[in-house]
DNA sequence: CGACCGGTGGATAACGTTGTCCACCGCGCA
DNA sequence: TGCGCGGTGGACAACGTTATCCACCGGTCG
């Protein structure tokens, strides 16, 4: 900035009204200046700034790690981040194996240096300003708290998924269940009852498994599930994953899909569009998800708190071959 | 600082001392200091540190986009840096449909402030230090630069399929080329005509057609190769995402795989062990790449130079169901 | 017994930016 | 003509950290 300031003939304290638009300097001399910093390619400190300032116009996304479901979100978020003036980093915190608090460090580390505010897309949930800068939360795994948070609904999800097997004649519905710790989970399968519920069905719990979120852990319960004696006609798989897994281990039984078996799932991965048969599942708006959490960032980011403080997005069923009606 | 120097009794510049592990304090303060850092929750803040010591223990990724191939790169470089001792941030630069020199603009404005080295995973190359960091890249699109670059065997991977094709007994081969602005298509298809050549087997011309890296971009040649008057037994196709359209048209075409069309790959993207048939293809190390280059930084980082300047990893066959011998 | 030396901790000056004053200059109005 | 005022630009002190000194203290060696 000193080079600048030489380079144009003012002080440093114009160059940096003029690189943050501040009233009180000429137009002959806002053009000179301007005209300078682009010919030296100048770009401001952001350490530098933000340490005088404490503002950096950038958002941080913290995840837990790299996959799809937060590679979308991310998507969602750098899309709408164009019309907001901010940038916007990822941070994925898991380090060193330590499983619990590095949330919260990894977001001090960079909270009050290099990021005005962050959406932290992790299981375990953080308070809602944590070294000083807001927070908003994306699908908390953990049940109702005071950060500000978007989701998806998985308890109409699971509304939708149950009564779509319901209209298609399917009585003997099984749920492969997701992880119970994670109140995600939890709703889907709430949904799941509720449906059956209104639609008179007793629910069978000898058909109501844990199976996971992920292939592997579906495996075991999903082959219990469909090599009983009694075995259902259709199943509700928590996600996509186990969904898919599912509809191996039925093959394996020498069981067709869907003629044998109905299988819906949740997530809408894009291997479920390409898996045989295609699998009839739930889709989260995740772009739509990402973009209403950055919005409310930025409303805090302004000062003001944003309303509601908790947006459930709908989820909506894409409907492909891995399901028929009895 | 100032608050933890105060409760621990000492003063700030032996919590530096501490935090950063310099030679000169005793056990007894030295535990003390640490002591109070942990029940303070102290964190350094990053831009003051940079701002005095230029050095901020963190390493960039600059993606141009967050898709499967960055991600899955990403995640490399993230299990490779816990060893390291440094930290990681990605950073997708593009911004406002800016489509040239935004990952100069993106790279200069966190160097020197945040980020003590970049890992690039652009199209259009860099310089090899910009803003006065080191600077990797990955998968260079462009040809041979000074930077120091990782990327697959591109070359030899073309080799192999073709070779693989040739060895089930295929001579009228057709290779559905990539975008040929970039190198890594360009090498694939020599790759394709080194093996051709090598073997004895004339190139048809007429079966060499640009399908570029996207399905929609493949459709149509896809469709041309496949309707004329003498079609081609197998098919080379630049990357998995043109292998999977070009299955999906031959199926429309009422050829049947792999018994009337053998088709090989690259990449091995997600969606290829899911397509109907399973999609025989050419892996690219993504994970290792990324660790590779990861490797490299931080030797630049330590002020050495990296050896070799250019990492070549190989491609290695991932056989599955689309195809078979003649 | 005195000088030196290793070991320890502190004072202090940067780093590059921004916000707050303050000074100056020319013009209009009393 | 003198005073005030709006418009412009600059001086300067922070922000939180680290590197470079420098001071002190106890012990040891000559």
Redesign the pocket.
């Known amino acids: 900035?000193?080079?600048?300031?030489r380079e144009?003939?003012?002080?440093?304290?114009?160059?940096?009204?003029v690189?943050?638009g501040?009233?009180?300097?000429?137009?002959?001399?806002?053009e000179?200046v301007l005209g300078v910093i682009a010919d030296l390619g100048?770009?401001?400190?952001?350490?530098?700034?933000s340490?005088?300032?404490?503002?950096t116009n950038v958002i941080g996304v913290l995840v837990a790690e790299f996959e799809p479901f937060s590679t979308e979100l991310l998507k969602g978020v750098s899309d709408a981040i164009d019309s907001t003036g901010y940038e916007l980093i990822a941070y994925s915190g898991r380090h060193h194996g330590e499983t619990v608090g590095w949330e919260r460090r990894s977001l001090v580390r960079l909270a009050?240096?290099v990021i005005d505010g962050a959406i932290v897309v992790t299981p375990t949930i953080v308070d809602a300003e944590i070294g000083g800068i807001p927070v908003v939360a994306v699908d908390p795994h953990t049940g109702p708290v005071d950060v500000p948070t978007v989701d998806a609904d998985n308890y109409a999800g699971g509304v939708i998924a149950t009564e779509y097997l319901l209209g298609l004649g399917h009585r003997r519905i099984a749920h492969l269940s997701g992880r119970p710790d994670l109140e995600s989970a939890r709703l889907r399968e709430r949904g799941f009852r509720e449906a059956m519920a209104r639609a008179g069905v007793e629910v069978d719990e000898r058909l109501v498994v844990v199976g996971g979120f992920r292939a592997e852990s579906a495996e075991g319960p999903a082959r219990e599930l469909l090599s009983g004696p009694d075995r259902p006609t259709a199943v509700f798989a928590a996600n996509d994953l186990s969904a898919i897994r599912t509809m191996e281990v039925a093959r394996s039984l020498g069981l067709r899909i869907p003629e044998d078996l109905s299988i819906i799932g949740f997530d809408n991965v894009p291997e479920s569009a390409l898996a045989t048969p295609p699998l009839t599942t739930i889709a989260q708006p995740l772009k739509a998800i990402g973009a209403a959490a950055l919005q409310m960032l930025v409303t805090m980011l302004d000062g003001a708190t944003p309303a509601p403080a908790h947006v459930r997005l709908p989820t909506t069923m894409v409907e492909r071959a891995s399901c028929r009606a009895l």
Chains 1, 2 share one sequence.
């Open positions: 900035m000193a080079d600048v300031a144009a003939g003012v002080s440093v304290a114009t160059v940096s009204k690189v943050n501040r009233y009180g300097v000429s137009r002959a001399t806002l000179k100048y770009e401001a400190s952001l350490g530098a700034r340490l005088r300032s404490l503002r009050g240096s």
